[in-house]
């Protein structure tokens, strides 16, 4: 056994400080194993009956085995925000867009509170009007069914929590560049007082594109 296997740790040690969740014993147990058995050699070796892992080895939240001794369950967080599994392999951008996206939500919680009363959507509409310059330069939608996956991938307790990262399926803006004079003018019209949905407005975009020989981009893009 060479020194680095030496200082490997057993699986034990990972389990009471719940590295594997909070179910029974048994299933914890389960989970642990089957973990162990998929990181292969160099990462997880069998000693006996019981299993060693790497202090490099990756738990399923992301985090390696050496950071969780350390710091044991406690969730990691980013200016006092939770952060998601796997967050450990951000880079700045990432970081960054998981921060406005709940900065995003404390301005649309501020203006419930400052209208009370008024719709999810009338109240994205009114940040996107007092704050559209910022939207913008964060590639962050202000259409409220987005929005509302935004802040369901902020939110610990809810399936989708993945901080938010990047926008699911490509990068911010990719695609979007070349529809820029119409996705400005679709943004302009939603942002009206009467409070248009995107699809009649897309409809009409399409015909001015056609006419001044733009490109139009999909409605799903101009939703986005």
Avoid at 31 to 55: D, Q, T
Avoid at 187 to 193: C, D, F, I, K, T
Avoid at 201 to 223: H, N, V, Y
């Amino acid at each position: 056994m060479d020194i680095a296997a030496a200082d490997w740790i057993g699986l034990p040690k990972l389990l009471p400080a719940g590295a594997f969740g909070v179910g029974s014993g048994a299933s914890r147990k389960r989970a642990a194993r089957r973990w162990a058995a998929k990181l292969g050699p160099g990462l997880a070796e069998k000693r006996g009956a019981a299993w060693f892992v790497s202090p490099a080895a990756r738990l399923p939240d992301g985090r390696t085995v050496e950071a969780f001794v350390k710091v044991g369950a406690k969730p990691e967080t980013l200016n006092g925000f939770r952060l998601p599994p796997g967050a450990v392999d951000w880079g700045e951008p990432e970081r960054q867009r998981f921060l406005d996206t709940h900065e995003y939500k404390r301005k649309v919680v501020r203006a419930g509170e400052q209208h009370p009363g008024m719709t999810f959507g009338g109240l994205v509409a009114i940040v996107a009007r007092e704050d559209g310059a910022w939207l913008r330069s964060r590639n962050l939608s202000s259409n409220p069914d987005r929005v509302r996956i935004y802040f369901r991938r902020i939110d610990p307790r809810d399936r989708l929590f993945d901080g938010n990262a990047l926008p699911r399926g490509r990068p911010p803006g990719a695609g979007a560049g070349k529809f820029k004079r119409i996705l400005e003018w679709i943004e302009a019209q939603y942002l009206q007082p009467n409070q248009r949905r995107v699809a009649p407005i897309w409809r009409e975009a399409k015909l001015i594109a056609k006419r001044d020989g733009l490109p139009c981009p999909s409605l799903r893009t101009a939703q986005g």
